[in-house]
């Protein structure tokens, strides 16, 4: 990226990052700067507008590229000129504060809230009626929304028997919804199986196929990323035949320590980048509704959305192809198929996700955090390797766990 409509790389970053300090998003801390809405402006001309599809049987048409909660400022902004119109995990403006250009045009916006389990995480921790209609109530007051549009269940059921047999969080989806205050049911699944914390976890896809054909909830959102992932390219088509919205999430497996990689970006194609490229092949080169990139800055908001709804070009597949061969054998796709047979339980997917916040995300406060939270972690690796062979990615799994361990523990 040399240069945007006149303004230079190293000005865009530095006015970036100043834009995003300053609140630049609808005047959030009403510090709009005349620099700062140019560098919007670039970011979105690069951009475009994003296309419409689809989501669920409510038949809402949402951009591809969903916006979150935790956006900066700035690439909110950004967002909403470009046609943004979801945005998930709405709940977090209560700790910053609702952008005013939602509240201003409230209608034009889906908000959603992610609600957890109470009373552990979201292995052991409950679902609980009472406590899922105070907490949506008060998200609702707190960001001043008036309402949510979609109620998400956050990490999912942990089986389909739990799903089919534990109806709390339905209930009080149901109550909200007769007081006006939600309007749609949505889950974010994690996979399950093999987790010692969850007798009888299942996997994402047995879990969102049982979901999806049952039609209570109208979309989800799961990991998905570039590479094979026959189980979960089988629920994407199922889910499409049933009218059920697929929203990819934790997409961009590994990028971030592959730009590290001089290597790695001596041989990439030009004119291209990772980001960019599996934001074009997320959204049309899949059968997904619209997916979740995550952006940092007005920089990483153009390289990245300029993708979307994009068809793939030559450098775009060999970009792709070499996310693909350099990811092989290096970094988790977090299909948990591994999780059953490890004899000592290791929360493996678990470790190696808190492995891609450090050195994708290079949100190293965070990985140490969750991974001094874990109840086991990889010192407690006996070696047996009997989970490799389990890997489609064919990690050599006990030596990657034991260099997380290493720089997180
Ligand atoms: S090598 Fe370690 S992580 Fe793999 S199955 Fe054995 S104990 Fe579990
Ligand atoms: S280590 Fe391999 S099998 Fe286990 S979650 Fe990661 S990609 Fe899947």
Redesign the pocket.
């Known amino acids: 990226m040399k240069e945007k409509k006149g303004i230079k790389r190293r000005d865009f970053l530095k006015l970036s990052s100043a834009a995003a300090i300053t609140g630049l998003a609808g005047g959030i801390a009403g510090g709009r700067t005349a620099a700062g809405d140019e560098l919007v402006s670039a970011a979105v001309a690069r951009v475009g507008t994003f296309p419409r599809r689809t989501l669920g049987p409510s038949g809402r048409e949402v951009a591809v590229m969903l916006g979150a909660g935790d956006m900066s400022p700035a690439c909110t902004e950004a967002g909403i000129q470009c046609g943004m119109n979801y945005w998930h995990k709405a709940n977090r403006w209560m700790r910053s504060k609702t952008p005013q250009s939602i509240l201003e045009n409230r209608e034009a916006h889906y908000c959603q809230v992610t609600v957890d389990r109470v009373g552990g995480d979201h292995y052991v921790g409950r679902l609980d009626e009472d406590e899922h209609v105070a907490y949506v109530k008060k998200a609702v007051e707190e960001t001043g929304l008036g309402y949510f549009d979609d109620m998400q269940l956050h990490y999912g059921f942990h089986s389909v028997r739990e799903y089919q047999n534990d109806r709390s969080f339905v209930r009080a989806f149901e109550r909200l919804k007769k007081e006006g205050l939600v309007r749609h049911l949505c889950l974010s699944q994690h996979g399950y199986a093999g987790r010692d914390r969850v007798p009888g976890g299942q996997s994402a896809a047995e879990v969102l196929t049982e979901v999806a054909r049952d039609g209570v909830f109208e979309h989800a959102q799961f990991i998905y990323s570039y590479g094979a992932d026959p189980e979960m390219d089988e629920f994407i088509e199922f889910a499409k035949k049933k009218g059920f919205g697929t929203i990819a999430m934790k997409t961009a497996r590994g990028i971030g320590r592959m730009l590290d990689d001089p290597n790695f970006r001596k041989n990439l194609p030009a004119d291209t980048s990772p980001h960019h490229a599996l934001t074009r092949w997320l959204t049309t080169g899949t059968g997904l509704t619209a997916a979740v990139i995550r952006v940092r800055n007005l920089e990483e908001f153009a390289e990245t959305y300029s993708g979307a709804g994009r068809s793939l070009r030559d450098q775009d597949r060999k970009a792709l192809e070499l996310m693909n061969r350099t990811a092989r054998g290096t970094v988790c796709r977090l299909c948990t198929r ?1 999780q059953p ?6 929360p ?1 997917a678990d470790i190696l996700r808190f492995e891609r916040y450090a050195l994708d995300d290079h949100d190293w406060p965070r990985a140490r955090a969750l991974y001094g939270r874990l109840h086991r972690n ?1 010192a ?9 062979s389990h890997c489609p990615q064919h990690l050599p ?2 030596r990657q ?1 034991a260099r997380v361990h290493q720089i997180l523990g």
């Open positions: 591994c047979h490890c004899p000592q339980n290791i493996i990889a407690e690796c006996i070696q047996c390797e009997t989970c490799i799994i006990p766990i």
